[in-house]
């Protein structure tokens, strides 16, 4: 492990994120992969030199991802396909809720896997779990060998739409998702941080509603990121988005945290074309 020195996230030309770290891990492989610690955040993940979680705080992420589109189905979530996620935390959070019979994972990056394995134990779930179906596999690769209608929630977990995870921020990845989806199934992909990157939420948020006749954002702070993190939810029918039908309580996430999730703020809403509704 090497001394301390200044790491900076570079979120563009003029501003960044500062960290007093020490190097525990770096190798350029699919990604570039930094695993750093900082005596105030842990260690944290950095892919392509953008921070994915940290110790302290990872559990609001992961809650949201699968409490949040969990909540909202009418009955107990009992298959589920993760994409991406290859960090444990999604897995996690998903082995709390016992109803659960079967769980497929495509993730494209073994050395991710790995280096989670060994660097972030406690975060992970069982990945020896029975359940589980876990595939080194491109997130779109995968979908296209799934059946029609074969889950209850489809969690992508996945870096922002640069490198191998450009195939997931389309409208072919959409298409597929929606054909596995069941009919009263969701949806949930992370759609970046619009404070930064608002194109991202714009051009995934455009795509989806071509293919999923329903589609809501949700949002949450997470300390880390230093903004608030944009979520993609669809489905094939509405849902009760306020009133969640399934109750899960976490660290973070309760039922009543659903409200706030999806009450936007204006500028999101004129990002995404949705502010006339407020008129």
Known sequence: MTGGFWWREFINRYYGHTYKVELVFEEKGLQKIQILRNP??????????IVQFTEKDEYIYHETITFLPASLLPFLP???????????????????IPSIKKIFQ?????LVYKLCQKYFPKMSGDFSD???NFQIKDGLEGLKEIP???FDLIIVDCTDPVGPAKSLYTQEFYTLAFKALKSYGVFIQQASLPAYFPNILKSAYSLSKKVFPVVKVARTFVPSYGEEIAFLVAGKEEKDWFHPKQLFSGDYYYP???FYYFTL?????QLIGEDKKLD
């Open 40 to 49: 105030y955040w842990g260690y944290f993940l950095v892919l392509d030199g």
């Open 78 to 96: 009992e298959e589920v396909l993760i994409i991406g996620g290859g960090d444990g935390g999604v897995l996690r959070e998903l082995q709390k």
């Open 106 to 110: 495509f993730e494209i990056d073994l």
């Open 130 to 132: 029975p359940r589980l």
């Open 148 to 150: 029609s209608e074969a």
């Open 256 to 258: 009543a945290l659903n």
């Open 265 to 269: 703020p204006k500028s999101w809403l």
